[in-house]
């Protein structure tokens, strides 16, 4: 069946630095991706929806230039938060919906960032 | 961001037992998801519901779309030790929307 792929599982990093997460749909075409947070314990929040080939659109309350979104290609988005701090530590998880199948969206395993 | 009130909060019970959790929402939702996730782990999605009193089910797992069409409920029968994990449900406002809301989910822990 359908997969999303995400990379990496888990990053540690420093104050400051930027960090790029990797999402791929490997058997199906993707032309919308959508990212979410998830705080320890809490619900999936959607940030953002990644659009192949023009902007992504945020959801109210996100910053677009903290989480930069990038959707060049059918099978690939990308999320960078940039000059990460302590409170960006979070799980981040990626989802695609199969259009060609009519599926829900299926959702990456998630990537744990922990900024130190 | 919105989200849907998701019952009960946690339940603990002993293997073999029947589960029962469910979502409601203020507004209407034309289709309702349940995913189970395990930690670290991203959601994998149960049961799809796309009809209003549409009663679907997976194996031990049994889903409904409420008539209303703003609540959702999932039982689980015989619960088994591999049923452990949190378990969301997750509402699309219409068809041509694909964002989804997710519900607060239900933490279960079986007792040994």
């Known amino acids: 069946g359908a997969v999303v792929s995400q990379h990496p599982s888990w990053v540690i990093c420093k104050s400051g630095t930027s960090v790029k997460i990797e999402c791929r749909s490997l058997?199906?075409?993707?032309?919308?991706m959508f990212w979410y947070r998830q705080f320890p314990k809490q619900s999936l929040m959607l940030m953002a929806t990644?659009?192949?080939?023009?902007?992504?659109?945020?959801e109210q309350g996100v910053e677009k230039d903290k989480f930069l979104i990038n959707h060049a290609s059918l099978t690939l988005s990308t999320l960078t938060v940039t000059s990460a701090h302590p409170e960006d530590s979070s799980f981040y998880i990626c989802?695609?919906?199969?259009?060609?199948?009519?599926?829900?969206?299926?959702f990456g395993d998630g990537t744990r960032l922990s900024i130190l | 961001g919105q989200q849907l009130n998701q019952s009960p909060q946690s339940m603990f019970i002993q293997e073999g037992e029947d589960v029962s959790m469910n979502c409601t929402s203020s507004?209407?939702?034309?289709?309702w998801l349940w995913y189970k996730q395990d930690p670290g782990e991203g959601p994998v999605l149960l049961i799809a519901l796309y009809k209003a009193g549409e009663l679907t089910s997976n194996g031990r797992l049994t889903a409904q779309f409420g008539i209303t069409r703003k609540d959702s409920f999932l039982n689980i029968s015989a619960s088994i030790p591999s049923d452990v994990g949190i378990y969301f449900c997750?509402?699309?406002?219409?068809?041509?929307?694909?964002?989804?809301?997710f519900g607060t989910g239900t933490r279960l822990t079986i007792i040994p």
């Open positions: 507004s209407i939702f034309n289709t």
């Open positions: 990644s659009n192949e080939g023009s902007k992504a659109t945020y």
């Open positions: 989802s695609a919906p199969d259009r060609s199948s009519n599926q829900p969206q299926h």
């Open positions: 058997d199906f075409q993707a032309t919308t």
């Open positions: 997750a509402g699309r406002p219409n068809f041509g929307n694909e964002k989804l809301t």
